[in-house]
């Protein structure tokens, strides 16, 4: 799956948006974000767009309990993310880098698996 079908997954499954084609050209999509309409983020390859879930996560009652260096010998030897609520769930996703990880975390809590 490529980067930009994971933004399409978070932005649909973590972020509640909703797509539609732009006028100009139909097979451009803007995303409709409860407060206006934008082009699509890049949640799995930006720190800005990491930021973004971790916030989106924040509001539906997902903390980021754990992100750091995944040292457990896997071949990724990248980093490992945890989401976690206070009645106990936890997401957890280890990818090379932080925003992929972060973005991959927060579709497995919305029970996606990439």
């Known amino acids: 799956m490529t980067?930009?079908?994971i933004d399409e997954l978070v932005a649909e499954k973590v972020m509640g948006w909703k797509s539609r084609p732009t006028d100009?050209?139909?097979s451009v999509l803007v995303w409709e974000t409860g407060t206006g309409w934008c082009p699509l983020p890049n949640f799995s390859?930006?720190?800005d767009g990491a930021l973004l879930v971790i916030g989106?996560?924040?509001a539906k009652g997902?903390?980021?309990s754990k992100l750091n260096r995944d040292?457990?010998?896997t071949p990724s030897e990248g980093y490992i993310a945890y989401f976690s609520t206070k009645e106990g769930r936890f997401s957890g996703?280890?990818?090379k880098t932080i925003p992929m990880t972060v973005s991959l975390a927060a579709l497995r809590a919305?029970?996606?698996e990439v």
Do not use: Q, Y
Request: avoid cysteine.
């Open 71 to 73: 040292s457990t010998g």
């Open 62 to 64: 997902w903390e980021l």
């Open 3 to 5: 980067p930009r079908e």
């Open 45 to 47: 390859t930006t720190g």
């Open 110 to 112: 919305f029970e996606v």
């Open 24 to 26: 100009r050209d139909p």
């Open 93 to 95: 996703h280890s990818h």
């Open 56 to 58: 989106a996560m924040k």
